[in-house]
C-alpha cells in the first residue's frame, strides 16, 4: 500500500507496469533495451480508492484517461527502467494526491462598515479631483 492522504491509499498490485522502447535519441541503446515505462491504473476497478477521489481523479487526469476510465502515464525521461518506474509512480502518487485534496468551500461574507466608508471617501475624493479638471482656464486680461 502506497499512502497518499490520510485514509487514501493505492494498492501496488492495482498498478500494472510494462515496458516499452522509447522514442528519441539514445545512441545504441535505443533499439536494443526496452526502458520505456507505461503504467497503466484502472481508476474506475479500484478498491481502495474512496468514490470522491476517483471522481476527482477523472477529472484531473484528462488526456491520460482511456475510455474505459484507465490511467496511462508513459515515462522515458531516464536511460534506466528503474529511474523511468520510480518516476512514473511518482507521477501517478502526485495525480492522486491532487485528486484528494478537498477544497473548502468559500462562504460569502459582506464588506466591514469601515471599508464601505473608506470605498465612498475614495471615489469622492477622486470625483472632486475630477470635477476640478472640467471648468475652463481663467484668462488675466490687464
Same mark, same amino acid.
Not at 477521489?53 to 481523479?57: G, S
Not at 459582506?110 to 471615489?123: D, F, H, I, V, W
Given at each position: 500500500m502506497i499512502p497518499i492522504a490520510p485514509r487514501v491509499f493505492l494498492d501496488e498490485? &492495482?498498478?500494472? &507496469?510494462?515496458?516499452v522502447r522509447a522514442s528519441g535519441p539514445g545512441g545504441q541503446n535505443v533499439n536494443k533495451v526496452s526502458t520505456a515505462v507505461q503504467l497503466r491504473f484502472?481508476? !474506475?476497478?479500484? #478498491?481502495? /480508492?474512496p468514490d470522491w477521489? #476517483? &471522481? #476527482? /481523479?477523472e477529472r484531473? +487526469?484528462?488526456r !491520460?484517461?482511456?475510455?474505459?476510465?484507465?490511467?496511462v502515464?508513459? +515515462?522515458q525521461r531516464y536511460r534506466t527502467q528503474e529511474r523511468n518506474r520510480e518516476d512514473a509512480l511518482a507521477r501517478l502518487v502526485e495525480l492522486v494526491r491532487q485528486a484528494s485534496v478537498v477544497e473548502v468551500t468559500r462562504r460569502p461574507t459582506?464588506?466591514? /462598515?469601515?471599508?464601505? %466608508?473608506? !470605498?465612498? &471617501?475614495? %471615489?469622492a475624493r477622486r470625483s472632486g479631483i475630477k470635477a476640478g479638471r472640467q471648468g475652463k482656464p481663467v484668462r488675466d486680461e490687464d
Open positions: 498490485d &492495482e498498478i500494472v &507496469e510494462t515496458f484502472d481508476v !474506475r476497478g479500484s #478498491k481502495t /480508492l477521489v #476517483k &471522481e #476527482k /481523479l484531473l +487526469a484528462g !491520460r484517461l482511456t475510455n474505459e476510465g484507465v490511467i502515464i508513459v +515515462a459582506r464588506p466591514t /462598515l469601515g471599508s464601505q %466608508k473608506r !470605498r465612498l &471617501e475614495t %471615489k
